[in-house]
């Protein structure tokens, strides 16, 4: 049976006795990747240190090996917090203003996939599949076939992929491009992303469509398609119906007496659109003055790179904005935003999306946006809650029930929380129900097992096709 070798920049190593550290997004990802197969799962481990050693330590888990190397502070520096992080992520998301292009950033990102390439080439075996995660990794197929691997190789996208003049203006476009090619299938959250791709290939790179999908470029075949990631919907519901019995969801609740909750949960992020989110209930209080003191908004936004500039400035920016909307809208009895810092166990997440009559997913770009998905799939059957969504988030193409929004009109924001607070229940519900039908159908494990699908079919289909 093939093997499956996962990658990605942070591996998340569960303790002894399988239970898991983190649950965030792409852990829940791999965990369902790895029901079907033995493997092997390969990053950055999480530490930095002064000499690196290129060696990986291997940990044993059951099914599952995990090979991790740490990085050096100078790795760190310009691969992650400067070249993945302060160039591509501003880029892909359509943030050219905040993008800081660096020559020693790229070149330590490059560094580093050439590192990673090295030091897993020696781990995988002739028969194995590798999956390869996220914007930190593009060039990382083209390092592995360097070194004369050919086993199928698939990479899959988070986070959005912009049109081509967007994603040119970054002077590493060209090799990026031509390095991502050396995957055999390129996954990507939407179709509009693949279509972005997919142009620029052919307008930069004299790609040519074969039609499917599938692309030849210079002699070799890539294939691009869009796989909606999904979330653990078993999980995530159950956990909603157990919140009850968690204590910082019941004083949640009872602090909040008759009042409607509004949630909003996000990283710590500018693509987020965190302060534009508090403009627009501030303007949704000015418009609405008798729902002072009936409405409250918990914003949970754990703080995330806070070693990249723009972050700083912009929780500083948050910080303000909180203090000055509460100061002059709030009373001795009643606060209008909880702003909360810390990171919460997901069962109390699950609880106080339950809890919220409206769950606010304002991104101004999102690649996907679990909390979408998760906030429906928390509601209750007989009485659920409103979600309104950005429609620049990947999530609105499969979430279309929603109160699709323009984030960047705060009165248009303002305007979907009124119609949320104030909507019926007959009309929430018949939103609702095909939203959860579709989250249950298109889940977590439906998405890996499709990307894994067509990976593996992409290496018969290799082995069988002739020669060229
Ligand atoms: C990237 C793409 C794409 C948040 N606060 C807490 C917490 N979270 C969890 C949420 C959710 C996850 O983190 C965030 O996922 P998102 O999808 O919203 O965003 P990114 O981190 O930016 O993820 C995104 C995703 O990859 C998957 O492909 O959807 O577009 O940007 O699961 O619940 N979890 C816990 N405590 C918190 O306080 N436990």
């Known amino acids: 049976m093939a093997r499956l070798v996962i990658v990605s920049n942070r591996v998340a190593i569960p303790e002894e006795g399988g239970k898991a550290v983190a649950a965030g997004g792409l852990a829940v990802a791999v965990k369902e990747a790895f029901t079907a197969y033995e493997g092997l799962w390969f990053g950055w481990s999480g530490t930095i240190s002064e000499e690196p050693s290129e060696e990986p330590t291997l940990i044993d888990r059951g099914r599952v090996q995990y090979a991790v190397v740490d990085l050096s502070p ?107 090619v050396d995957y055999d299938l390129i996954g990507l959250q939407t179709e509009a992303d693949v279509q972005n791709l997919q142009r620029n290939l052919v307008d930069t790179q004299r790609a040519i469509p074969l039609g499917g999908g599938s692309l ?50 996000d990283r710590l992020d500018y693509s987020k659109g965190v302060p534009e989110r508090m403009e627009a209930v501030e303007s949704f209080f000015a418009s609405n003055p008798d729902q002072r003191g009936n409405v409250t908004y918990i914003q949970i936004t754990p703080k995330s790179r806070s070693e990249v500039p723009e972050y700083e400035q912009l929780s500083r920016d948050v910080n303000e904005k909180v203090g000055e909307i509460n100061g002059s809208l709030g ?47 928390a509601q209750s059957e007989d009485d659920p809650g409103v979600l309104v969504l950005s429609k620049f988030a990947g999530a609105a193409r499969q979430l279309p029930e929603a109160l699709l929004i323009n984030p960047y009109d705060r009165f248009e924001v303002a305007e979907a929380i009124r119609a949320a607070l104030y909507m019926p229940k007959a009309e929430r519900v018949a939103r609702w129900k095909p939203m959860v039908e579709r989250m249950t159908r298109e889940d977590v494990d439906w998405w890996a097992r499709n990307f894994l699908a067509e990976l593996e079919n992409f290496r018969t289909m290799e082995r069988e096709a002739p020669t060229a």
């Not at 160039?87 to 490059?110: E, N």
């Not at 810390?342 to 339950?354: C, F, I, M």
């Open 74 to 180: 100078q790795d760190h520096l310009e691969y992650y917090a400067g070249f993945a992080n302060r160039a591509l992520w501003p880029i892909m998301h359509y943030r050219l203003g905040l993008g800081a292009f660096s020559r020693s950033d790229y070149a330590g990102y490059s560094r580093v996939n050439r590192t990673f390439a090295r030091a897993l080439a020696k781990l995988v075996e002739p028969d194995d599949i590798i999956w390869v995660h996220d914007y930190h990794l593009l060039p990382l197929a083209a390092e592995l076939r360097g070194l004369g691997l050919d086993n199928p190789i698939g990479y899959f996208h988070h986070i959005p992929w912009p049109a081509a003049d967007v994603f040119n203006s970054l002077p590493a476009s060209g090799e990026l491009l031509r390095a991502i």
């Open 216 to 265: 030849m470029v210079d002699g070799r075949r890539t294939r691009i398609r869009a796989f909606p990631i999904g979330i653990d919907v078993a999980g995530f519901k159950e956990a909603a119906e157990k919140a009850n019995a968690n204590k910082v969801v019941r004083e949640t609740i009872a602090g909040l007496r008759t009042r409607k909750l509004l949630i909003g949960v």
């Open 331 to 377: 009373d001795p009895a009643w606060t209008p935003i909880q702003y909360i810092t810390k990171a919460y166990p997901r069962p109390v997440l699950a609880g106080l999306y339950r809890a919220a009559r409206v769950g606010l997913v304002t991104p101004m770009r999102d690649g996907m946006n679990l909390v979408a998905k998760e906030y429906v799939v």
